[in-house]
């Protein structure tokens, strides 16, 4: 009993002297806190749209305890940063906060930015003031970039219309639904879909030199922006009775299912489709023509055909999807709903899997024709003269395949730009998108 009784007063002891030791604060002009980071940046964001939560530690790394007559922006609330300050929010400052010694607390930082009249981002920035009983003050710089865009929500084109515009547009909502008898055209502009946001097209579609993505403009890590990151946006749906169809230099990237197309007519030249949640163009009963094009890292297929008339010449198809090892093919064609015709000339199938190349004839009483010629075919050979003229059977063992085709690669950053390295075969034989 004395020796439980000893060990209960030697513990209580303890606590006291822990509790008086950290009880203990100075007001030592020298004692200071420690920040993970002089300057918080938040990226660009656009005006009037809420940034993500940074946060950030501050450390007290002193002997003894620091206190805080208060924590406050230079600006005030002018510059449109919000602060959270060890569970209590700026409204305009916190006070009395303490610090203990070996101890620290966490600051969440947002920001949502006013329209700055530019055409270019701005800088926005403030400082957020750590003001200390010894009357020391410590700020840690708040930066991020603002850029104007329109916004449009839920429009529907019921006449010809033509959207240019040299900044951002941002589309909310379900986006576009191009109406039947009606044109968008689309020009020399880029459309920052939010969400599951995308473009409907029952009339017709012409965008020429204009890009199609999510809306994030931040980083999911330091090293990764949302930018790579598939399936933020919902793609471009082209409905059955819409016609005329027409995209020219154009990128769609990041979206679910990127290009859609139901018995309707599509024509590609010089355009990405890239980093697809679904699949890159999946065609039904559809005339489409691509030239000059890149369809690659698709979760399901880069470049999917099921009936109708098709013809892909000069095209690169790059399965190299990076965040499922269960990805579709390169490239698959069936005749499962109607006749299918296919012509692929000039034009590299390539990917991770030792085969991404699939043709399935699922319907005898459907016409099922296909023809390659002068492609390179990441499959096994195949014994046909009549369908394949002077193709590359690739295989995971050839010295120069896959990933190797190309020359600025960075799977770590998960960063792809197909861009041919000279040492390619498809380099030399001018086959693909160089």
Aim: proline share 2%; charged share 25%.
């Amino acid at each position: 009993m004395m020796r439980r009784l000893f060990f209960f007063v030697i513990t209580i002891a303890a606590l006291l002297s822990a509790c008086s030791d950290n009880d203990s604060f100075t007001t030592d002009s020298r004692s200071l806190l420690s920040f993970d980071a002089d300057t918080i940046k938040l990226d660009t964001l656009f005006s009037g749209v809420p940034s993500s939560t940074y946060s950030f530690w501050v450390h007290n790394h002193n002997s003894d305890g620091l206190r805080l007559n208060n924590v406050r922006l230079e600006r005030g609330n002018q510059s449109g940063f919000r602060v959270n300050v060890d569970g209590e929010f700026l409204d305009p400052v916190v006070t009395n906060l303490e610090v203990r010694k070996g101890d620290s607390i966490l600051v969440f930082v947002e920001v949502t930015t006013r329209e700055n009249h530019a055409i270019d981002p701005q800088l926005v920035e403030d400082n957020l003031l750590f003001t200390l009983e010894s009357g020391t003050v410590q700020k840690v710089n708040l930066r991020a970039w603002s850029w104007d865009a329109l916004k449009i929500e839920n429009l529907l084109v019921e006449r010809d219309t033509t959207i240019s515009s040299t900044l951002p547009i941002v589309i909310y909502g379900d986006g576009i639904e191009v109406a039947e008898n009606a044109t968008l055209r689309l020009e020399g502009t880029t459309l920052y879909f939010h969400d599951n946001a995308g473009i409907l097209v029952k009339g017709s579609l012409q965008a020429e030199n204009t890009i199609l993505r999510g809306d994030r403009l931040d980083r999911m890590f330091d090293y990764l922006p949302y930018d790579r990151i598939s399936g933020q946006w919902g793609g471009v749906k082209m409905r059955s009775g819409s016609k005329n169809n027409v995209l020219t230099n154009c990128e769609i990237r990041n979206a679910m299912g990127a290009l859609f197309c139901d018995s309707t007519d599509l024509t590609m030249t010089n355009c990405i489709v890239h980093n697809s949640r679904g699949n890159g163009l999946l065609a039904y009963q559809s005339k489409v023509d691509i030239d000059y094009c890149q369809f690659s890292n698709a979760q399901g297929i880069c470049l999917a055909v099921d009936g109708g008339t098709v013809k892909v010449t000069r095209t690169t198809l790059a399965q190299f999807y990076p965040f499922s090892a269960d990805r579709g093919a390169a490239l698959v064609f069936g005749n499962l709903l109607s006749d299918l015709n296919i012509d692929c000339q000039k034009t590299l199938v390539t990917g991770y899997d030792a085969d991404v190349f699939m043709g399935l004839k699922t319907d005898t009483l459907n016409a099922f024709n296909y023809h390659f010629a002068d492609c390179i075919l990441r499959t096994d050979s195949i014994d046909d003269a009549e369908h394949f003229e002077r193709i590359l059977w690739e295989t995971p063992k050839d010295s120069v395949q896959g990933i190797k085709h190309f020359r600025n690669i960075d799977e770590d950053n998960l960063f792809y730009e197909f861009q041919m390295d000279s040492i390619s075969p498809a380099f030399k034989l001018e086959i693909g998108r160089l």
